[in-house]
């Protein structure tokens, strides 16, 4: 199950502060960065990294350091590439890649000077030798997969990073490019590493700390680090949000900014609810709830290194300034509606495994966790009754051996296709009414396992995945758009 977060004034971290720690607290006040985090669509050519290096450039005095995401679509293409290359077609691999080359190597030419740009060039031309060398060893299995997919999806951060660096340059910042790898210390888990917190801090501390001093911006990828021992991993699809948070966390920036496509977290994805709005405030356990049932917007990891630091995370709109977007912070309080937004996350499974042998016996839900732990997947919601379990789960890269480990158990069903659906707001759990309205709404739509008051502040639910968007859209209307319209009838009605 995912890790129970803390999300009250002083986590345990924070409590165990000792005396050199203390002295960095001291010294790193006096120089607080901003960390600022651009997305894949932030960056997708050359009008938007136009638009990024100025909005880098009005907060210059900020301390800004800034971390940014491949240029969109890239990482797809990488993996991509990895995939073609595994199936030994080596020239389909490079093809896939080629066009993105050609996508920076054009900003390049808008935005570059000779100079700058024939550096960016050659960097260029590294990139296209390290594809086909990793290729040809994904093609003849001399490492493990995931690692070398690892490997060349990191090509992505690493370019985009460096050209930004360059443009910044170009405007007349202080740009330095710095390679994530060396300074975020994580595990071997190819794919979805988790950073070794102390090292990573220490490192990041080291090395970016001087730059600061020294009147530099440093300019990171997102997403890639290493091993201890120097291997290339990444963070997870979505990760950049994440070193943001890590970076952010380990110098005590004073906000960590994601710059996003979006003016902020909204109350619903706005590519199924064209009403959604903006939500001004949000608390990092609603946040992190609604990170975590699917609002892609943020990835769920970032709250955790953010509350530990007490640090406030924003979420912005790279193509509309004007926007408020969201601030993300201890205690945001409850909004007259109690609902803040709605969450759903597509693709899920829902095992159930069914034993007699469950009824009044102790165990059978250790029996049941242990076969989760050992094959290191993370479950979402979880119902009992009294003679069987039922799990929903996202990652299926280890569903069968999960299956056959759990017949040892009971007897198994695993259903595809559904989707969670998940309305969050603080208060949610005190409010009455709430759920009767909700399920009300979509009555017609088979529910197939309810969640509520694991937390206070979400109630979680799952459905059939076809049904998903349509169900957003009805609640949505019945919280936001008729709740709207109650509120201005109540306001100017009487
Ligand atoms: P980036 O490339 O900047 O990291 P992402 O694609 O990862 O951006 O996240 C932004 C997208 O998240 C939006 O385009 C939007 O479709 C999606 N999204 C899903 N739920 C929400 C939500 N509640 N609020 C805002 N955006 C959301
Ligand atoms: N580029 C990576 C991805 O597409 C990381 C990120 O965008 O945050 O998943
Ligand atoms: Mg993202």
Redesign the pocket.
């Given at each position: 199950m995912r890790p129970l977060c803390f999300f009250g004034r002083r986590s345990a971290f924070s409590n165990a502060i000792s005396p050199a720690f203390d002295l960095f607290n001291t010294f790193v006040m006096n120089l607080k960065p901003q960390l600022m985090k651009?997305?894949?669509?932030?960056v997708e050519d050359a009008d938007a990294i136009n638009r990024v290096s100025q909005i880098v450039y009005s907060r210059r005095d900020s301390l800004p350091i800034v971390v940014v995401?491949a240029m969109?679509k890239v990482t797809d293409a990488l993996l991509f590439c990895a995939q073609r290359s595994a199936e030994g077609e080596l020239e389909a691999a490079r093809d896939v890649i080629e066009e993105h080359f050609l996508r920076h190597t054009t900003v390049a030419q808008d935005l570059l000077s000779t100079s700058e740009r024939a550096s960016f060039e050659s960097l260029v031309e590294d990139a296209r030798a390290n594809v086909a060398i990793i290729s040809r060893a994904i093609r003849e299995k001399r490492q493990p997969f995931a690692l070398l997919q690892d490997a060349l999806a990191s090509i992505g951060e690493t370019l985009s990073a460096s050209l930004l660096a360059a443009v910044l340059r170009e405007k007349g910042l202080p740009a330095r490019f710095v390679d994530a790898r060396q300074f975020i210390v994580t595990d071997d888990a190819w794919g979805r590493a988790a950073p070794l917190m102390k090292e990573t801090e220490q490192k990041t501390r080291a090395l970016i700390q001087p730059l600061l001093e020294a009147s530099e911006l440093p300019v990171m990828g997102g997403f890639i680090a290493s091993t201890e021992s120097g291997e290339t991993t990444t963070l997870g699809r979505?990760g950049?949000?994440f070193t943001a948070a890590i970076v952010g966390a380990s110098l005590h920036a004073q906000e960590i900014q994601?710059?996003?496509?979006?003016p902020?977290?909204?109350?619903?994805?706005?590519?199924i609810v064209r009403s959604?709005r903006t939500i001004p405030r949000l608390s990092y356990a609603e946040a992190s709830e609604?990170a975590y049932f699917?609002?892609?917007?943020?990835?769920p990891k970032t709250i955790l290194p953010a509350v530990e630091r007490s640090i406030p995370v924003r979420?912005c709109d790279?193509r509309n300034l004007e926007a408020q977007g969201t601030v993300v912070y201890f205690d945001a309080g409850r909004t007259p509606r109690t609902v803040k937004?709605?969450?759903h996350k597509m693709g899920v499974h829902i095992l159930s495994v069914t034993s007699a042998r469950m009824l009044g016996a102790y165990g059978f839900l250790r029996a049941i966790f242990d076969v989760f732990e050992r094959h290191k997947t993370i479950v979402d919601v979880v119902t009992t009754s009294e003679v069987s379990v039922s799990i929903s789960l996202e990652d299926t890269d280890a569903l069968d051996s999960i299956v056959r480990d759990l017949q040892e158990v009971g007897e198994v069903k695993v259903e595809r296709g559904r989707a969670i659906i998940c309305v969050v707001g603080e208060g949610l759990r005190n409010t009455s009414g709430i759920a009767g309205r909700l399920f009300n709404t979509i009555r017609d739509i088979n529910v197939l396992l309810i969640s509520q008051g694991a937390s206070s502040i979400n109630l979680t639910f799952v459905i059939e995945e076809e049904r998903a968007a349509e169900a957003v859209q009805r609640l949505h209307a019945a919280f936001f758009e008729q709740a709207a319209e109650e509120t201005l009838s109540h306001a100017g009605g009487h």
């Open positions: 651009f997305g894949g669509t932030s995401s969109s979505g950049s949000d994601i710059w996003t496509d979006v902020g977290v909204m109350t619903a994805d706005p590519r959604a609604l699917g609002a892609k917007v943020l990835h979420i790279s937004a709605i969450a």
